[in-house]
């Protein structure tokens, strides 16, 4: 009975830390409020009765909740697609609903890759990378030399590339 409390106490954390992002994160994929709650009660359910098969040296709890997320997300699209639609424009708006769906996948994949990274090395990507900056600019702002900086990004990127290979976002083969 104590190790089952244990359990139950655990996933009710789990719930408490991510259930909000996870319905954000399925209203914004499905549209609909009452898919989203199904969701998010399926993404728990499974979650429970998988929990051997979560392995923290691949990524974080985070990162797993929403990998089952995002699977969900893609069998509800894709079984949306199969039924026939009345609307003429439905193939628009599935087309819609499914960049919309790719693009929020591969922000939910690079945030997991990224936090992988050391923070030196993510600190220097994200200074030339997303903030535009020049390798002097980045040095001086982090206060290091410019072949740290350009050794950072080298190893910054190799293992953003592994990391997404990892998580199934590598170059095609």
Known sequence: MAASATVDADLRQLYDTHAGELFAFAVRSLGERGAAEDLVQEVFLRAW??????????????????AIARNLAIDAAR??????RLAEDAAEETGAFDR?????????????????????HRRA???????????????????????????????ALKALRLALEELGFGAPG
């Open 125 to 155: 990507l994200l200074e030339v990378a997303v903030r535009e900056r020049t390798v002097s600019e980045a040095a001086a702002l982090l206060g290091v030399p410019e072949g740290t900086i350009k050794s950072r990004l080298f190893y």
């Open 79 to 84: 079984a949306r697609s199969a039924r026939p």
């Open 100 to 120: 919309e769906l790719e693009r929020v996948e591969q922000r939910i994949v690079l945030a997991e890759a990224l936090g992988r990274l050391t923070a030196d």
């Open 49 to 66: 009765l998988r929990a051997e098969t979560y392995r923290p040296e691949l990524g974080s709890v985070r990162g797993w909740l929403f």
